[in-house]
């Protein structure tokens, strides 16, 4: 009897592939499990197809709701931006992808489970490392990595066993999707001067082409996470895909990302987050109200920090969840409502307010009414001034130290 193994079946090109692969190289049985995280247009026609191309069984997951509730709120909740431009929407994803791999694994009492990175990209790191993390005794299985097959023999082994794929060699566009972003790879996109052709775009509107008109929306938060839009309370899953679908309308959340790949490598990845967009930054502007300088700094370092973590593949590493519960007490008085305006590929906060908001109206005015104490500025400056002064007065001007030369 043949070794069972779970393939993270998308229906795409390499796990089309990956499933004639591992019947044929490997003498395994394929049981092909396709997760819905977001972005799956017709699963059961996957399903199906899964099972056309030689899989033993084939199994469906909704995890939209686990994947809002704890990845991608919680990502959000640090303000996670790789490199300071990427939402990490794919990274957030892979985890749970492999997490839900490992549960099947044990329930179907398979040997391995595979899926279709290749040996170049991030996701071999994020699906082998969680895998050892949750169940080290599998074996993990990466056909696209042993095959070395380029994407064009791919194409054409497919083509060879009559496997359907969504691509050609004339649209080789490499695509991933879920709830939190769209990412889009190879083809003319690998050279980083060409500017991206509309074609590879989806979720969103060419801003020249977006309304006139701008429009504004209402985000609710309640410790750290949205749960409602324009005063409406909603579930997670459901914010984010009309949040999605009314960005995208305007242009908003398009990426253009050079980016650094754990492997070494630099990387071209064009990427559509329009929620994501919205609400990193929305959660920042209610964050500057409700939350300390020294907070705000200090959550700085934490963001870098958990970027890097989730985009190494480290989602299961102690580090990580040690920082997730630091979240819990840095966010429980991020609450309040942040209204967006979007136009034109742009969104700019244009609105603030929390019951538990910092800001004092009475300190900060400069009319009647500013409880503010001018009086007390100048003995504070002097204090806080102190240490340079002195320094000055004994060791001489830090210009003159650094050889600016006197006049």
């Known amino acids: 009897m043949a070794n069972k193994v779970v393939l993270a079946y998308s229906g795409g090109l390499d796990t089309s592939a990956a499933i004639k692969w591992l019947a044929e190289k490997c003498n395994m049985d394929v049981i092909a499990l396709t997760i819905d995280i977001g972005g799956v247009k017709d699963i059961g026609a996957i399903q199906q197809k899964a099972l056309k191309v030689g899989a033993i069984k084939a199994i469906t997951l909704d995890a939209r709701k686990q994947f809002v509730d704890d990845f991608i709120f919680p990502a959000l909740r640090v303000n996670a931006l790789y490199e300071g431009q990427y939402p990490l929407a794919t990274a957030l994803g892979r985890p749970l992808i492999a997490k839900l791999m490992v549960e099947t694994a044990k329930k179907e009492k398979a040997t391995a489970v595979a899926h279709g990175a290749t040996g170049k990209g991030n996701d071999q790191v994020r699906f082998d490392v969680s895998t050892a993390a949750l169940a080290p005794e599998l074996k993990v299985i990466a056909p696209a990595r042993e095959w070395g097959m380029t994407r064009e023999q791919t194409i054409a082994y497919a ?46 509107k060419s801003p020249t ?24 309370k909603m579930d997670g899953v459901s914010l984010t895909q009309q949040l999605n679908d009314t960005a995208g309308q305007h242009g908003v959340g398009r990426v253009d990302h050079v980016e650094s790949r754990l492997v070494g490598i630099k990387s071209r990845e064009i990427y559509e987050a329009p929620a994501a967009t919205v609400l990193l930054k929305a959660h920042r502007a209610l964050e500057a109200m409700t939350l300390s300088r020294q907070q705000l700094r200090f959550n700085e370092k934490v963001t ?13 590493s102690a580090l990580r969840q040690d920082l997730t519960a630091y979240l819990e007490s840095a966010q429980k008085h991020v609450s309040g409502t942040i209204r967006v305006k979007l136009h034109k590929g742009t969104c700019t906060v244009v609105g603030r307010r929390s019951p538990v908001s910092l800001y004092d109206h009475k300190l900060a005015t400069y009319d009647k009414g500013d409880l503010f104490d001018h009086s007390a500025s100048p003995g504070f400056i002097h204090i806080w001034g102190l240490p340079v002064k002195l320094q000055a007065r004994i060791q001489g001007s830090q210009e003159d130290k650094r050889g600016t030369k006197k006049k």
């Open 209 to 232: 082409a977006a309304p006139d008109k701008p429009a504004y929306v209402e985000i609710g938060f309640e410790r750290g996470i949205p749960v409602s839009l324009d005063g409406k």
């Open 304 to 316: 870098s920090e958990l970027s890097d973590i989730i985009y190494d593949g480290l989602w299961f």
């Open 159 to 204: 083509g060879k066993h009559g496997i359907p794929i969504p691509i050609t060699a004339k649209s080789p566009y490499s695509i991933d999707e879920n709830l939190w972003g769209r990412s889009i790879e190879c083809g003319v996109l690998e050279d980083p001067w060409i500017e991206p052709p509309e074609e590879v775009f989806a979720w969103t």
